[in-house]
């Protein structure tokens, strides 16, 4: 196909746009990239799903009907002895570029531009690379060249992570802040009393709820040494933690002997992982986000959704969601003592909470799933305006 006819879409056509990750695994950024993919305007932008194994992605990218294809690890991905990445992958990825009719490249990973865009060398393809965390080598030598182009832009999910890929050598030009966005379904009139009812949460009690995977940088351990600190004796706080730890990682074993050292059992319910954590928000008094090295949040923005107020640490990008008194309280990172204290302030007046919480209510819609679509779908636009001769 022609590279006019790629850019220019002179049939009429939707454009073709490839959501790549070597990462299958059901996680965060495939949910982000796939709710995007699963939401644009098919009459602008027909989404391609392209990643390698066999995890949770691509039965719902497929459930979704979108074309999902899958690649060997070792096609994307280098590794020893490298002869799949540099002769069989560049004529895989190329044929797959030309069969989808791709106009636009979209990767949700570390390691899918590079390869990606050296096989489409001279089809001059725009490229939008997201950044989802600090946790992964985004920016390297092998891929500024590939990010600093001119048909490139880096896709931040925070301002936090905007400057943690400036830092790294990404051009100012090159980097575009796009906030994630979640779908913000209505409550039921029933929800708080449906979800305090499944937690067993006492009429008397404030429930103060932690959801995300329990590894240590989500501050599962700050909060419990919170609830065991003097500044919440006496307060009739109860923390639920739900989701649960890595696989092959005893962290949530860590968390459970640090509870009993600190004599808080009945303080603190593990409720593991749960289908519908979204829905438990409603049931909570407080939210706690003691997280380390967030990018983005994504259960700040379902915590204020339900209305319930945020406690946060300063820390990367929570601050940026989390405005400090008007939706949530901030405090230091690591300040154990400045966490039981806000959350003891919260305890103590349900004024306050009702305040915090409408406010958080309302800042949610900022963070909606149809804007995040539309920022995306503007920026499409943008990258496929601005042509430069093949060849780069």
């Not at 966005?181 to 067993?200: K, M, Q, S, W, Y």
């Not at 992982?273 to 939210?287: E, M, N, S, V």
């Amino acid at each position: 196909m022609s590279i006019v006819a790629r850019d220019a879409n002179v049939t009429g056509c939707p454009r073709r746009v490839l959501f790549a990750t070597v990462d299958s695994n059901w996680a965060g950024a495939q949910r982000q990239m796939l709710e995007l993919a699963a939401g644009l305007d098919r009459a602008e932008f027909e989404p391609v799903v392209l990643t390698t194994g066999d995890g949770g992605l691509v039965a719902r990218s497929r459930a979704a009907g979108i074309p999902t294809h899958v690649l060997r690890y070792g096609l994307m991905r280098r590794h020893f002895p490298f002869l799949s990445y540099y002769t069989l992958g560049p004529v895989a990825l190329r044929a797959l570029l030309h069969r989808e009719r791709i106009a636009l490249v979209h990767t949700h990973c570390p390691n899918s531009a590079v390869p990606i865009m050296q096989a489409g060398r001279g089809l001059n393809l725009p490229l939008a690379a997201h950044v989802h965390d600090f946790d992964q080598r985004w920016v390297t030598p092998r891929t500024l060249p590939v990010q600093n182009r001119r048909r490139s832009t880096v896709v931040a999910v925070s301002d936090a992570i905007a400057r943690y890929v400036l830092d790294r050598g990404v051009a100012q030009a090159r980097v575009r802040r796009i906030y994630n966005g979640i779908h913000l379904p209505a409550f039921p009139t029933d929800a708080r009393v449906r979800a305090r009812r499944e937690l067993a949460i006492g009429d008397g009690e404030i429930a103060v709820g932690l959801v995300g995977r329990l590894v240590p940088r989500k501050g599962a351990a700050d909060l419990i040494r919170a609830i065991a600190a003097p500044e919440l004796g006496g307060v009739p706080v109860r923390a639920f933690l739900i989701g649960d730890g890595d696989k092959n990682d005893d962290f949530v074993a860590e968390l459970r002997r640090l509870v009993a050292e600190l004599g808080v059992e009945p303080r603190i319910v593990f409720v593991g992982p749960h289908g519908a954590a979204a829905a438990l928000h409603a049931g909570f008094d407080i939210a706690a986000v003691p997280a380390r090295r967030e990018a983005f949040g994504r259960v700040v923005i379902e915590a204020m959704h339900a209305g319930v107020p945020i406690v946060a640490y300063r820390e990367a990008a929570l601050p940026e969601l989390v405005r400090d008194e008007c939706d949530g309280i901030v405090v230091e990172s690591g300040d154990i003592s400045a966490l039981a204290r806000a959350i003891a302030r919260l305890a103590d007046s349900a004024p306050l909470r009702a305040r915090l919480g409408a406010r958080g209510r309302e800042r949610a819609h900022d963070f909606s799933h149809e804007q995040f679509v539309r920022n995306v779908t503007t920026l499409y636009r943008e990258l496929l305006a601005d042509r430069e001769p093949p060849g780069e």
